[in-house]
């Protein structure tokens, strides 16, 4: 296990499970917080539960990303990011590590996008432990689903 400080600049995944994740420091500021986004946020902790597939920015950005589920993914769900210019776009499968096609992943490879493809539980304690240390770093998961 790995303790991770949260500062309070940063958005950063506080607990994920079977169709939800849970993020912390979002403020009441928060663009996402009226949006529908966020499907559930307690003011007093400063959390936010969202319950589809997102892509999040180490800056706080949230988007919502329209693939659930693997079979989903094509190419153009990749083009977004590429105009991002992240140090490294993580993937997360949902419950288990699924490679998505090398149409997918050409996306990237031509715009020289660094990327890493694991469950989504993996990809977001990368995702804090990136952060933590600055990186600048998207992170677009497909939710994990009950088996």
Wanted: proline letters at 3%; aromatic letters at 6%.
């Amino acid at each position: 296990m790995k303790f991770v400080l949260e500062t309070g600049l940063n958005i950063l995944i506080h607990s994920y499970d079977v169709a939800n994740v849970t993020l912390t420091g979002i403020h009441a500021d928060h663009p996402d917080v009226k949006s529908g986004l966020i499907d559930e946020w307690d003011a007093d902790n400063h959390l936010g539960i969202i319950r589809k597939s997102i892509s999040l920015r180490t800056d706080g950005t949230i988007k919502e990303w329209e693939p659930q589920t693997k079979e989903d993914l094509q190419s153009e769900h990749f083009v977004s990011f590429t105009n991002d210019e992240p140090e490294i776009l993580l993937l997360g499968t949902g419950q288990q590590l699924q490679f998505p096609s090398q149409d997918c992943l050409a996306v990237l490879q031509k715009q020289n996008v660094g990327y890493e493809v694991m469950d989504t539980a993996a990809a977001c304690r990368t995702f804090n432990v990136l952060a933590a240390e600055g990186r600048d770093v998207i992170l677009a998961m497909l939710m994990i689903e009950a088996k």
